[in-house]
């Protein structure tokens, strides 16, 4: 399979959090740029489109939005700077 994308995801294993409407959910970061992220989920079963992932370990908090959803895997754009 090639990556067509312009900018190389980095793969990274990382723990983070999802957030939205009070609820928290845990997830793994397994790759990222600085437009985007692949997170892997227990359940993508009730997380919205628009969320808020925390990577604690980076100090690193970013509004997302899902670009596509696989199973129990999320494509996300970070949205906002």
């Known amino acids: 399979m090639v990556d067509k994308r312009s900018i190389p995801r980095k793969r990274v294993f990382k723990a983070g959090k999802i957030t939205f409407g009070g609820a928290v959910i845990d997830c793994t970061v397994r790759n990222q740029t600085v437009y985007g992220a692949l997170l892997e989920v227990e359940s993508p079963l009730g ?12 100090q690193f908090r970013r509004e997302c939005e899902i670009a596509w959803m696989k199973e129990k895997r999320l494509g996300v754009v970070f949205r906002g700077g």
Do not use: G
Not at 47 to 58: G, K, S
């Open 47 to 58: 997380i919205p489109r628009h969320f808020v992932l925390d990577i604690a370990v980076d």
